[in-house]
């Protein structure tokens, strides 16, 4: 040390400044060969713990899956109760389609430490099958009989072969019997585990906390340690509520919320926010304008129904109402005629010609929501700019009980959504006995040759042959001009751009539900640490 303090004593001031930046190379230069080195020989891996919100614009009602059509409430039961194909130990279908022998993973168990059986899978079929219940699964479950094997065994019957079943098995929530089995059916929305909900999912209820005016501000869920998957990265799961899009927006910013989606346009304003990724996911939607045509003679004739649909001018509505953020949509992938404004009134003035002059008065029925709302405003503009004398709008509340509107299918022309849990399977939407209630044929479609090729296709189970039968059922649907197709929206999930885990669809694949997005919630993380590989 001595030696070294002759050496630098003698330095002039010019060598020093060159040995201390000498100095300075070395470490940094060491420094950065250990890093590298590190980098090399280390990878990131996800650990437990840390927390993530994430922000709804408003409030859950029930949270029980197979009760509730409120899209939050469904979002969140997701996390909560499992799905039946994630229950399965063993899946055997007969040679016919009809006949599907499934088998629970032994010691299933609720948070609540309470047994899963088959008998809460028989009880919820059951239940879903209860019209009264008004489940959003109704449609999917109907004429399946379901038979107690044993506590692990059940067998389902269909009436008729379903190639598509798997995917209603797979998709279906399960609820507890030893919960609600007591519960009479009329009474289940009362009941306290609506908010204080026991499942078997990868998270478990924890609290809740809500205003004086009864406004739920948050949920707190934490990791269910009787979940039968692989065990949750994220410790504490929390949900926030707001009255609005820029309340939630503001959240977003100050980072008091971590992900936030919706499968309608909001005007999310994340401005200025750091750190922040966006996910514009596919979904399998499409919404289009329903004729009824019982509800007014006009809409018998077929000339009528394509003048209103060349008259749309789809590409308008999409950047005017939508921002931009939908894409044009046909008969699920078919298009529908183009946008011709000329041909429209020429078929309108034809029509009225041989008609006496009859006019055209036209009541559209829509949901009351805000983008829907402005796309209504553009058609009826359309559609009177090419010669309509008349286009009335009104509202109804899509979130009404029973959704009324729809179930009695009061209405002459609807503007409406539909999802598709398999694109070729059409028949819930346009096969000739989905047209009254549970059915969502809205446009009460009858076409025999149309009905033979639906069925014909939820019996192929050739995938090949399938495609070529679902093509045809589309183009036979579309020739018949029951509807005009006019958009479908992606599902947009803003989230920080430190959460690893979330994982979109393969190219090609759609989410068929917001829920979806929630499928892998346990493979989620927030924090990760770096291992020597």
Do not use: C
């Not at 279906?172 to 089995?181: E, N, S, V």
């Not at 609290?207 to 501000?217: A, C, M, N, P, Y």
């Not at 934490?222 to 927006?249: H, M, R, T």
């Not at 499928?519 to 020597?532: H, K, L």
């Amino acid at each position: 040390m001595r030696l070294m303090k002759k050496i630098f004593s003698v330095f002039s001031l010019s060598e020093r400044k060159v040995f201390f930046a000498a100095v300075a190379v070395f470490f940094i230069s060491g420094i950065s060969g250990l890093a590298l080195a590190v980098g090399e020989n280390s990878i990131m891996v996800p650990i437990k713990g840390g927390a993530y919100h994430e922000g709804f614009v408003g409030q859950p009602i029930a949270l029980n899956p197979i009760t509730s059509q409120n899209p939050i409430d469904q979002e969140i039961s997701s996390m909560i109760f499992s799905r039946l194909g994630g229950l399965l130990s063993v899946y055997d279908a007969s040679s016919d389609g009809r006949i599907f022998n499934l088998k629970l993973k032994e010691g299933l168990k609720w948070d609540d430490g309470e047994p899963l059986t088959s008998d809460d899978i028989i009880f919820t079929i059951r239940t879903v099958q209860n019209p009264e219940v008004n489940s959003p699964f109704l449609k999917s479950w109907q004429g399946v009989a379901a038979e107690r094997g044993s506590e692990l065994q059940i067998k389902l019957t269909l009436p008729l072969p379903y190639v598509f079943f798997k995917n209603n098995i797979e998709r279906l929530p399960i609820i507890p019997k030893h919960i609600f089995g007591g519960i009479p059916t009329e009474n289940f929305r009362l009941s306290d585990y609506n908010l204080e909900p026991v499942g078997s999912g990868p998270y478990k209820f924890e609290s809740f906390t809500k205003r004086k005016d009864g406004f739920i501000t948050r949920y707190h869920f934490v990791p269910n340690e009787n979940y039968s998957g692989k065990e949750p990265y994220i410790k504490d799961f929390y949900f926030n509520f707001f009255q609005n899009s820029a309340d939630l927006s503001q959240a977003a910013r100050l980072h008091e919320v971590n992900g936030f989606g919706s499968a309608a346009p909001v005007d999310f304003d994340v401005s200025g926010a750091r750190g922040v990724a966006e996910e514009k996911i596919p979904m399998s939607d499409y919404y289009a304008i329903f004729f009824n045509q019982n509800s007014n003679p006009l809409l018998k004739e077929k000339n009528i129904r394509l003048a209103l649909s060349y008259a749309v001018n789809r590409d308008r509505i999409i950047q005017e109402a939508l921002g931009g953020n939908a894409e044009k949509t046909g008969a699920l992938g078919l298009p529908s005629p183009e946008y011709n404004p000329q041909l429209a009134k020429q078929m309108l003035a034809d029509f009225k010609a041989k008609n006496k002059n009859e006019a055209v008065d036209i009541t559209f029925t829509i949901p009351d929501a805000e983008f829907m709302k402005k796309t209504a405003e553009l058609i009826k503009k359309d559609w009177e700019e090419a010669g309509a004398n008349q286009v009335r709008i009104i509202t109804f509340n899509p979130n009404e009980p029973g959704n009324a509107t729809v179930k009695s299918r009061d209405y002459e022309i609807l503007l409406f959504g539909n999802v598709l849990e398999n694109p070729n399977d059409i028949f819930p939407f346009w096969h000739s006995s989905q047209s009254l209630y549970p059915g969502l044929n809205l446009a009460l479609y009858q076409n025999q040759q149309a009905d033979n090729i639906m069925e014909n296709v939820r019996q192929t189970a050739d995938e090949s042959k399938q495609k070529d039968l679902a093509d045809q059922a589309r183009k036979t649907v579309l020739a018949d001009a029951p509807a005009i197709f006019l958009f479908s929206l992606p599902y947009i999930y803003i989230h920080s751009a430190d959460l690893g885990g979330f994982i979109r669809p393969p190219a090609g694949n759609f989410l068929s539900s917001p829920t979806d997005k929630f499928i892998n919630v346990n493979e989620w993380y927030v924090a990760e640490v770096r291992v020597i590989k």
